[in-house]
């Protein structure tokens, strides 16, 4: 994967660089254009074991929020951390938590979802698939017709590095 990655470079231009704590970093992106929020995952969303684990995920609160996608460790953490969403029934209450299939989860962890405001686009980041290693961002579509989410594409360089790269998100 590495050799495959690396073959294909390109400059990166900083516009912005900040320092930020680790503990308010989602702070430091500016949503209010795309509409929503950047939180830190209530506690509806944790499982026993992510509290046990000290999960301090971040979930983006889309403006219609009527899907929202977030990481977990589920029930018993077997499996790492996989994405999950509910969705908004019609009394304004969010539905019983649904795992993302295996074009998205592997075996290995996945973490920040950000869905685009187009609402079909999945910007997450993962351990998986074809990573060199730790977290790199990853994009899937929705398809509609199918009801399927596409093999996860990953988005190389300048926008992973050799680091871990967390919480893409775009408008």
Not at 54 to 83: F, Q, T
Not at 99 to 120: A, C
Not at 129 to 150: E, L, Q
Request: proline share 5%; glycine share 8%.
């Amino acid at each position: 994967n590495g050799k495959r990655l690396l073959s294909n470079l390109s400059d990166l231009v900083v516009i912005n660089k900040k320092q930020l704590n680790e503990t308010d970093y989602y702070k430091g992106y500016d949503v209010k254009e795309i509409g929503g929020k950047l939180l830190v995952k209530p506690d509806e969303y944790k499982t026993g074991y992510d509290k046990k684990k000290k999960d301090k995920s971040v979930v983006y609160l889309p403006k219609s929020a009527e899907r929202l996608y977030y990481s977990s460790y589920g029930e018993g953490g077997s499996n790492g951390r996989d994405i999950y969403y509910v969705n908004r029934l019609p009394n304004g209450s969010w539905s019983k938590s649904q795992i993302l299939p295996s074009s998205v989860n592997t075996e290995f962890d996945e973490d920040y979802p950000f869905l685009h405001p187009n609402g079909k686009t999945l910007y997450f980041s993962s351990k998986g698939h074809n990573s060199m290693c730790g977290y790199y961002v990853f994009k899937t579509s929705y398809d509609d017709a199918t009801h399927s989410w596409s093999k996860a594409e990953n988005l190389e360089f300048p926008i992973n590095s050799p680091d871990d790269d967390i919480l893409f998100v775009t408008d």
